[in-house]
């Protein structure tokens, strides 16, 4: 009897051990991944390691890193701290994955171009843009349609725009994020108030809605000005109401 507790305890220590040294090569060699989604460079172990480069939908980013945290398993949940070498692109944050599908993400940074998040977008008007999308949530927890709990920032900094009205640098756009009812919303303002944007937007399931004001300051280019006539005609007090609302791209 003893002899068989003891090769049972060997042969569960074997398998931890084997466990903890499982190559993330060999793991990501087998997983399928997402269409858009590439790795290259791969080191370490599935508890701790690096890539070389992570490709998403047109976004790269470089020596993204990732340290696991064993213990919390004991709990069901698959708790990990990412980090990414800063560039063009950054992500870096505390990732947690459930049993059963929960996604919690605490203190994330994510920065990159913005061109390719918006290159399959229809826009209001059919526009080029640069800069760069800066995210610091400070907490989200996944729910239904979207979110059980946000809260955080999101900013489009170095903001430009070219259309058939002419380039536009809009300097920086802020927009707080939130939860509400399992939608996301946010408020959105620009710094320094070249646009004057007064918004509100919710995005609730495949939808999203945005409403507010908008008015261009008295410095703006002649071109700008004329360009927020495709939202209507100004009140009284020079703002012009905006409102659009639509379906995310497939």
């Known amino acids: ?20 040294q499982l190559p993330a ?23 701790q390691g690096q890539v070389a480069q992570l490709s998403v939908q047109g976004l790269h980013f470089e020596q993204l890193r990732w340290q696991t945290r064993p213990w919390a398993l004991l709990t069901g949940q698959l708790s990990l701290h990412l980090s990414s070498r800063p560039g ?42 640069s800069g760069q999308l800066s995210v610091a949530l400070a907490q989200y927890r996944k729910g239904a349609p979207w979110c059980e709990a946000l809260s955080g920032k999101a900013q489009w900094l170095d903001a430009a725009v070219t259309n058939n009205f002419g380039d536009f640098d809009l300097g920086r756009i802020d927009a707080d994020l939130a939860c509400d009812q399992g939608a996301i919303t946010a408020v959105v303002r620009d710094t320094p108030p070249r646009l004057g944007l007064e918004l509100e937007a919710r995005l609730e399931g495949e939808n999203y809605q945005v409403r507010g004001f908008a008015r261009p300051a008295d410095d703006q280019p002649k071109a700008l000005k004329d360009a927020f006539a495709f939202f209507g005609k100004a009140g009284s007090d020079g703002r012009y109401p905006v409102q659009f609302q639509g379906r995310l791209p497939r």
């Open 25 to 47: 090569a060999l793991v990501l060699s087998q997983a399928p991944l997402p269409p858009g989604v590439a790795v290259s460079g791969v080191q370490g172990t599935i508890w």
């Open 1 to 20: 009897m003893r002899i068989i507790k003891w090769t049972l305890a060997g042969l569960l220590f074997f398998l931890v051990a084997l466990a903890w």
């Open 88 to 129: 063009v692109s950054q992500l870096g944050g505390d990732l947690a994955l459930g049993l059963g599908g929960d996604i919690a993400l605490d203190n994330l940074v994510l920065k990159v171009p913005v061109a390719p998040l918006v290159a399959d977008m229809r826009l209001p008007v059919p526009s080029q843009v």
